[in-house]
């Protein structure tokens, strides 16, 4: 292990440290965190709930086309569909979106502020860099990814029971019932652990990869660049550890 990497997870652990104290500290702001709230839950809302929602669809097209293929009944197409949605789709659809449209402008804003020396007049001016600038947006990632991955899920619900309904002759009460035979509470809570840990995960990566950014106009574009990368690859690294261990318990 090389010192640049050493460097990198001592920056990483200081950001997170950092963003779990700052709603206890002198330096938190409600404005702040709506502000940053609006930036990445308001702004990526519509293109989050489209993509879920037709994923919902696509996947209960599929699993009646197979089913009645090799089962010649797509009686449990709702309760499967439901499973994958709720389980993976719905968490880590909802952060890759997130980190897309979000992580590489955090890692951006980050790595401009580092080339026009703004970084360096606030640290000299006494502000903490982490907690002034990168906590507000881990905390507001978090919250976001979540509050997303349920809505998107509910109404993805909805995009799913239209399509079966309308398309595979199922009717309201026979879906239903076949959905909710299936989805338990703890795979909501398997939701909410995912969202969590993306949510935290994609703001804090993206904001050490503009902290690091090389100087130059080129350093901002592989800086936002290299965050959407890494974030991706550690989402879906964490989605398999994440599902492994839960499904031990």
Same mark, same amino acid.
């Given at each position: 292990?090389?010192?640049?990497?050493?460097?990198?997870?001592?920056?990483?652990?200081?950001?997170?440290?950092?963003?779990?104290?700052?709603?206890?500290?002198k330096?938190?702001?409600?404005?702040?965190?709506?502000?940053?709230? *609006?930036?990445?839950?308001?702004?990526?809302?519509?293109i989050?709930?489209?993509?879920?929602?037709?994923?919902?669809?696509?996947?209960?097209?599929?699993?009646?086309?197979?089913?009645?293929?090799?089962?010649?009944?797509?009686?449990?197409?709702?309760?499967? &569909?439901?499973?994958?949605?709720?389980?993976?789709?719905?968490?880590?659809?909802?952060?890759?979106?997130?980190?897309?449209?979000?992580?590489?402008?955090?890692?951006?804003?980050?790595?401009?502020?580092?080339?026009?020396?703004?970084?360096?007049?606030y640290?000299?001016?006494?502000?903490?860099?982490?907690?002034?600038?990168?906590?507000?947006?881990?905390?507001?990632g978090?919250?976001?990814?979540?509050?997303?991955?349920?809505?998107s899920?509910?109404?993805?619900?909805?995009?799913?029971?239209? &399509?079966?309904?309308?398309?595979?002759?199922?009717?309201?009460?026979?879906?239903?019932?076949?959905?909710?035979?299936?989805?338990?509470?703890?795979?909501?809570?398997?939701?909410?652990?995912?969202?969590?840990?993306?949510?935290?995960? *994609?703001? =804090?990566?993206?904001?050490?990869?503009?902290?690091?950014?090389? *100087?130059?106009?080129?350093?901002?574009?592989?800086? &936002?660049?290299? =965050?959407?990368?890494?974030?991706?690859?550690?989402?879906?690294?964490?989605?398999?550890?994440?599902?492994?261990?839960?499904?031990?318990?």
């Amino acid at each position: 292990m090389n010192f640049e990497m050493l460097a990198s997870l001592k920056l990483l652990a200081e950001i997170l440290s950092k963003s779990v104290r700052w709603p206890g500290s002198k330096s938190f702001s409600i404005n702040q965190l709506m502000d940053e709230l *609006f930036d990445i839950a308001y702004q990526s809302l519509q293109i989050v709930t489209i993509c879920v929602t037709f994923m919902g669809i696509i996947i209960v097209l599929e699993y009646s086309f197979h089913m009645r293929l090799v089962l010649n009944d797509d009686g449990l197409v709702p309760g499967f &569909a439901m499973i994958l949605l709720v389980r993976e789709l719905a968490p880590i659809v909802t952060a890759l979106l997130l980190t897309s449209k979000n992580g590489a402008s955090i890692s951006a804003e980050l790595a401009s502020m580092k080339n026009t020396e703004q970084i360096d007049a606030y640290r000299l001016l006494g502000v903490d860099i982490i907690e002034s600038f990168v906590a507000p947006k881990v905390l507001a990632g978090t919250l976001a990814t979540w509050g997303l991955a349920l809505l998107s899920l509910a109404i993805a619900m909805l995009g799913s029971l239209f &399509a079966a309904v309308t398309f595979l002759n199922f009717t309201v009460g026979t879906y239903t019932q076949s959905m909710t035979a299936f989805i338990e509470v703890s795979d909501l809570g398997l939701l909410s652990i995912k969202s969590i840990v993306f949510g935290i995960t *994609f703001p =804090a990566v993206s904001a050490l990869k503009g902290l690091s950014a090389e *100087f130059g106009a080129e350093g901002v574009g592989k800086a &936002a660049t290299d =965050a959407v990368v890494a974030c991706s690859i550690i989402i879906i690294i964490e989605d398999f550890i994440v599902t492994y261990f839960y499904s031990m318990f």
